[in-house]
């Protein structure tokens, strides 16, 4: 399958392209087009991916993919991108975040579904070997009480503020404690802020989001029966599990993720947002 790719600011493209054309971990699989938001982007991608073309405008690639990448830095680009592709059946993987406003994703995923193309959207770090084992053997720790998030976080990220990274610990909480968030409440100090989700069965999951310093991801629980840390560390190849997720999808027409688990980390950050501006709790969108 002939991969393309829209957007090459960040160093997921390289590093996807490298995994598939340099190291051919994936047989069966060829990134052969790239887009960039500039000149020098693309060929920085191409060049460490070993992509054969660079296209000048996206629509470029109709016609000569069999299926879709979108990996702008910023999540407000990603569906617009995507549309055209999605409307002709190409099965695509957009990265995290999956948009920028709900709204837009609802409507997305209604024309995917009217098409019958296969869709997805996620992040890396949940997806991480050490992240998978975490949630295993939360298992061991009993009922759920309560759990903690850490990583780094900008609330002024010319990306999208709080949706850039903290995307990241949205989505680790989501996957480790459920995804039945009813409010947040975000607040700020010196370096950065504490954004508590609250859960309808009662429990509490803070999230640190930590402007500077901070060397990485971590994820803590605690259960009736026992506590549980973990720092996220990264695999060898960050992007490999990712990949093997996408691309299963790509083959087989087979989601990973539901729509409304998707959407869940859109709206979650969306109610983020707002408290942030309105310092009190507020509700998580349906």
Not at 213 to 224: E, L, R, T, W, Y
Not at 257 to 266: A, N, P, Q, R
Request: with cysteine; glycine share 10%.
């Amino acid at each position: 399958m002939k991969i393309g790719i829209i957007g090459a600011e960040n160093s997921h493209t390289a590093k996807i392209a490298q995994t598939i054309n340099v190291d051919k971990k994936f047989k069966g699989f060829t990134v052969d087009y790239v887009w960039g938001e500039t000149d020098e982007f693309a060929k920085v991608a191409a060049k460490a991916g070993k992509i054969p073309n660079i296209v000048k405008n996206q629509k470029d690639m109709l016609g000569k993919i069999d299926a879709l990448v979108v990996a702008h830095r910023h999540g407000k680009y990603h569906l617009k991108a995507a549309l055209p592709f999605v409307k002709q059946g190409i099965p695509t993987f957009i990265d995290k975040p999956f948009c920028y406003r709900s709204a837009e994703g609802k409507e997305f995923i209604k024309i995917a579904k009217k098409h019958k193309t296969p869709i997805t959207s996620f992040g890396i770090v949940p997806h991480q070997n050490t992240f998978r084992r975490f949630v295993k053997d939360m298992a061991e720790k009993g009922d759920n009480l309560a759990g903690v998030t850490y990583g780094p976080s900008d609330l002024k990220s010319p990306w999208g503020g709080v949706f850039f990274y903290g995307i990241h610990q949205v989505e680790m909480a989501l996957l480790a404690f459920g995804y039945n968030v009813s409010s947040v409440l975000l607040t700020k100090n010196r370096n950065g802020s504490t954004g508590q989700l609250l859960y309808s069965d009662g429990r509490i999951v803070t999230m640190n989001l930590i402007k500077e310093g901070c060397p990485g991801f971590a994820i803590s629980a605690v259960g009736n029966k026992g506590t549980l840390h973990k720092a996220i560390a990264f695999d060898k190849n960050a992007f490999l599990n990712g990949i093997t997720m996408f691309t299963k999808m790509f083959k087989t027409g087979e989601e990973p993720f539901k729509y409304g688990d998707i959407l869940k980390s859109v709206l979650v950050l969306e109610a983020l947002e707002k408290s942030v501006k309105s310092g009190k709790i507020e509700k998580v969108g349906k």
